[in-house]
């Protein structure tokens, strides 16, 4: 077992890395065993016997707490940072109290500022949209800032209290006394780093365009911030790489076009025009409501795969939650976690496992054999259970 390591944004993936792995809460024990058996069958399938994954299981959320008396021990976090590359199922979050979601933890404690999501169609896959296939993103979303950093209080609390005090004694701003109160945070540095690796990744991977999602007609200071950093990071470090699209008109010249879209014009123009887009940057609260909305257009979120990356580390992980209603029963569709584990050897660059795992999964959709999200919705289709669909992707691929 050996170490992914990363140095000066380098990554040195050896031949047998160690990758911790998070089981995850409801239905991540249906899907995880199956993506493993996946994965591990296509890489032994390229690389024999001269290279293979150790999957190093790490606790976190239920199961976790019952061994530790933890939700997220210190260790498990400690193990996703020293691993480098990691690969996780989803966690519950309780709505309105209790702990807090745990996969937020995740992403702050490392710095995980980026939430990377390809969203495409897969033939066969039923769709509620004429023409999914019009629709191929990749949407960055910030992931450490906006209202998702939990800085908020309780209607009541003294801290509150303490605010609404404030506001009213030194701008003359008054909330109503028995408001709860977040608050939104968009800084200049998390908005430029999340853009350069939006563009980045348009350059390095042939894309068309980089879109920058904002709500900055209403929120200047913050979404309009950001849009505005975002325009200077992308005309300062890659002047030659990109062009604005008023600048476009028309001619590119062959370099990325950066578009800007305010966000609720952006969620129509998806499903009304879905192929002017192409790479999506946007801040944490809009990117959460654009990616599941992407996702349904090809789909449904059992499909969509995502990965959490920062300067240091990268945590992979399927886009849905724990689908409570089907823990443990076979049925839950493994696509987002199985193509997530795609994005993830990529990212290390073992690409041919990748692609030999994107067409097995592929190939099992379109024979017809679907889980029971997708079954229903297609004539003719064969249901077939979490763990029977990985057997037919693993004979899609040996
Ligand atoms: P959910 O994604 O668990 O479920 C939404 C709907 O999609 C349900 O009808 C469910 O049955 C279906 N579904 C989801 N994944 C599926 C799959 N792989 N195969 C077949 N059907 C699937 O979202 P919900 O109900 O809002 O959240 C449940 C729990 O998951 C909550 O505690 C929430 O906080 C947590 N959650 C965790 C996430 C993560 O770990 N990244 C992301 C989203 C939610």
């Known amino acids: 077992m050996e170490k992914i390591t990363i140095k000066n944004g380098r990554l040195n993936v050896p031949d047998f890395p160690a990758i911790p792995f998070i089981t995850g809460d409801g239905i991540g024990s249906d899907i995880t065993p199956a993506m493993i058996r996946i994965v591990d069958a296509a890489v032994e399938k390229i690389y024999g016997s001269g290279k293979k994954i150790a999957w190093k299981e790490v606790p976190a959320g239920k199961k976790a707490f019952a061994e530790t008396g933890s939700y997220l021990p210190e260790q498990t976090l400690e193990d996703l940072r020293k691993y480098v590359i990691s690969i996780k199922g989803p966690l519950e979050t309780p709505v309105a109290g209790g702990i807090r979601s745990l996969n937020v933890a995740i992403r702050q404690a490392l710095d995980l500022y980026a939430c990377v999501r390809p969203v495409r169609y897969f033939r066969g896959v039923p769709a509620p949209v004429r023409e999914p296939e019009l629709l191929d993103v990749v949407i960055f979303r910030e992931n450490t800032e906006d209202v998702y950093s939990g800085i908020e209080w309780e209607a009541g609390s003294k801290q509150v209290a303490s605010i609404i005090e404030y506001l009213r004694q030194k701008h003359d701003i008054s909330i109503a006394d028995n408001s709860g109160i977040g608050i939104k945070n968009i800084s200049e540095a998390a908005s430029k780093r999340l853009v350069r690796k939006a563009i980045e990744y348009a350059i390095g991977n042939n894309r068309k365009s980089v879109t920058l999602v904002h709500k900055g007609n ?21 002047a030659s790489d990109v062009i604005t699209e008023k600048e476009a008109s028309g001619n590119t010249e062959g370099r990325i076009i950066i578009k800007d879209r305010i966000a609720d014009n952006m969620l129509q123009q998806l499903l009304l025009n879905p192929s002017a887009y192409d790479v999506i940057a946007t801040p944490n609260l809009n990117g959460d409501y654009i990616s599941d909305l992407c996702a349904a257009q090809v789909g449904g979120l059992g499909i969509a795969p995502g990965a959490n990356m920062g300067s240091d580390a990268a945590v992979f992980e399927a886009t849905h939650g724990t689908a409570p209603e089907l823990e443990g029963k076979d ?27 994107t067409a097995a999964v592929e190939n099992t959709i379109q024979g017809g054999n679907l889980t029971s999200d997708f079954a229903g919705e297609v004539k003719g289709a064969r249901i077939v259970g979490t763990a029977e669909f990985a057997d037919m992707v693993i004979k899609n691929i040996i």
Do not use: D, H, Q
């Not at 200071?221 to 975002?230: D, P």
């Open 218 to 238: 209403i929120m200047k200071y913050t979404e309009g911030a950001f849009l505005r950093w975002g325009y200077e990071i992308a005309k300062r470090e890659f």
């Open 331 to 357: 049925k839950a569709n493994p696509c987002s976690l199985v193509l997530s584990a795609v994005l993830m050897l990529e990212y290390m660059s073992w690409i041919e496992p990748a692609k030999l795992i």
